[in-house]
């Protein structure tokens, strides 16, 4: 069973330009939420997608925007880059379905550094 | 506002000598508690679910145990292969809007275990 995926593994961008970040969720999985670490720091939520709508957001601006697909995949599009975007990007697979706490299962991240 | 502060910072510790990990924790409603082990430059694996107070899970070398201000991860007799950095992690209030709710990390305990 493969779990969460994620590509590019790292990504090298200059100021200004965008960025876009691809997941594809753990099997039976139905709900993707993107997160940011900066070195050093825990995960800071960015957003979440389930049904192909984003459902809750953190404090990001607009900048940060995203996508979910029928097949539950997701992608995470940066726009204007700035230095302060480099960071580790992640992506966490979850079935929402239960009342108790969903476990949310991580991929590997994006590496994106901002030159 | 929902907020973990974990301590310490860094542990260093001597193979075979355990010892505690603390995860303070203030929210609003705890729905979940999670544990998260991250080796450098990878995403978190999950590693311990908690929903309530007096709660206890353990998985080889670790225990972790739940009170309503705070949760511990016991790591004893560690080995080399320990370390990591371990992530403690909060969901807050209850399912809306169709979504899971964001996880709140802390900063994480770096934890190194020598030979």
């Known amino acids: 069973d493969a779990g969460v995926t994620q590509s590019p593994t790292h990504l090298i961008k200059t100021r200004g330009q965008q960025v876009t970040l691809r997941c594809s969720p753990k099997s039976g999985h139905d709900t993707v939420s993107w997160y940011q670490q900066a070195l050093g720091q825990g995960p800071q939520f960015i957003f979440q997608?389930?049904?192909?709508?984003?459902?809750q957001r953190g404090n990001f601006p607009d900048r940060f925007s995203g996508h979910q697909f029928p097949n539950y995949s997701s992608e995470l599009n940066v726009n204007a880059l700035l230095l302060g975007d480099s960071a580790l990007y992640l992506c966490?697979?979850?079935?929402?379905?239960?009342?108790?706490?969903?476990?949310?299962?991580f991929g590997p991240g994006t590496r994106l550094t901002v030159l | 506002e929902d907020q973990v502060t974990q301590s310490p910072e860094a542990l260093r510790l001597q193979e075979g000598e355990s010892s505690s990990l603390n995860c303070s924790y203030t929210v609003s409603g705890l729905r979940g508690l999670f544990w998260y082990r991250q080796d450098p430059g990878k995403g978190p694996e999950f590693l311990f679910t908690l929903y309530s107070a007096g709660e206890e899970k353990e998985k080889e070398r670790l225990k972790a145990t739940l009170t309503k201000k705070e949760s511990f991860l016991h790591i004893t007799a560690p080995k080399p292969e320990d370390s990591a950095t371990y992530l403690c992690?909060?969901?807050?209030?209850?399912?809306?809007?169709?979504?899971?709710?964001?996880?709140?990390f802390g900063t994480g305990t770096l934890l190194a275990v020598q030979p």
């Open positions: 997608y389930y049904e192909e709508e984003e459902r």
């Open positions: 966490a697979s979850s079935f929402l379905g239960s009342w108790v706490a969903n476990e949310q299962f």
């Open positions: 992690a909060v969901q807050a209030g209850r399912n809306y809007g169709g979504a899971t709710n964001k996880l709140i």
